[in-house]
């Protein structure tokens, strides 16, 4: 059965720090691995996309790596600011039982001005 | 103006109730999902379809159903033999089961 651990569970830095979030999983016959924003009560915002066969993605302040073999990926933010703060989630999308997204429990980021 | 929307945001239910969460997507998307959210917690699949008049149970699909009877809806019923209810849930869509999720602004449940 997949799991999915993040790791740290809640972060708290200065504005202006270079961050990376950690995400690990169990299995590593993925299809796929998502990473999410989650603002309080608010649904999940997609924010980067990795294919099984890919190392990396990056959208704007934000670089997402994947190494299959060893189980990771990490979320790294560049110059946080405060609008930064809210909760981040990795999901993995199984090989297998239709592609489903398995999530880890999140970190949640503060971003201190 | 396309997207995910979930109706009502907040939902009080007594105990022993049956109560009915929408969920509509005009985005085209084939495959739908229902999600619960607990405090501090990741999100556990309840069901999915991967296309309309199917669909299947995901992790925690007990005292909970489903239909989809249109490409662009997915509702989801909390039955009364579901022990714990009080949770945030989360609807979401892809074109396909492997391609990229999209989400809802969730609806929040209270058993009252």
């Known amino acids: 059965k997949q799991e999915v651990t993040q790791i740290p569970a809640a972060l708290s830095v200065p504005e202006g720090e270079n961050l990376v979030l950690n995400c690990s999983f169990t299995?590593?016959?993925?299809?796929?691995l998502q990473w999410f924003r989650q603002d309080p009560g608010k649904g999940l915002t997609s924010l980067l996309l990795?294919?099984?066969?890919?190392r990396e993605q990056t959208s704007g302040r934000l670089n997402a790596s994947l190494d299959k073999s060893s189980g990771r990926s990490t979320l790294y933010i560049a110059a946080s600011q405060p609008g930064d703060s809210a909760t981040y989630l990795c999901?993995?999308?199984?090989?297998?039982?239709?592609?489903?997204?398995?999530f880890g429990g999140g970190t949640r980021l503060m971003v201190k001005p | 103006d396309g997207g995910i929307t979930q109706s009502p945001k907040y939902l009080f239910r007594k105990e022993g109730q049956n109560v009915t969460l929408s969920c509509e997507q005009n985005?085209?998307?084939?495959?739908m999902y229902w999600y619960r959210q607990d405090p501090g917690q990741g999100l556990r699949l309840i069901y999915y379809?991967?296309?309309?008049?199917?669909?299947q149970k995901g992790d925690i699909a007990e005292g909970y159903s489903v239909s989809r009877e249109k490409k662009e809806s997915f509702p989801l019923t909390v039955t009364s033999a579901q022990k714990n209810p009080t949770a945030f849930y989360l609807c979401?869509?892809?074109?396909?089961?492997?391609?990229?999720?999209?989400f809802g602004q969730g609806t929040r449940l209270t058993v009252v």
């Open positions: 379809s991967q296309i309309v008049n199917d669909f």
């Open positions: 979401a869509s892809s074109i396909g089961t492997g391609t990229e999720a999209f």
């Open positions: 990795i294919q099984s066969s890919q």
């Open positions: 999901a993995v999308r199984r090989s297998n039982a239709g592609n489903m997204l398995t």
């Open positions: 299995d590593s016959a993925i299809y796929n």
């Open positions: 985005l085209n998307h084939d495959a």
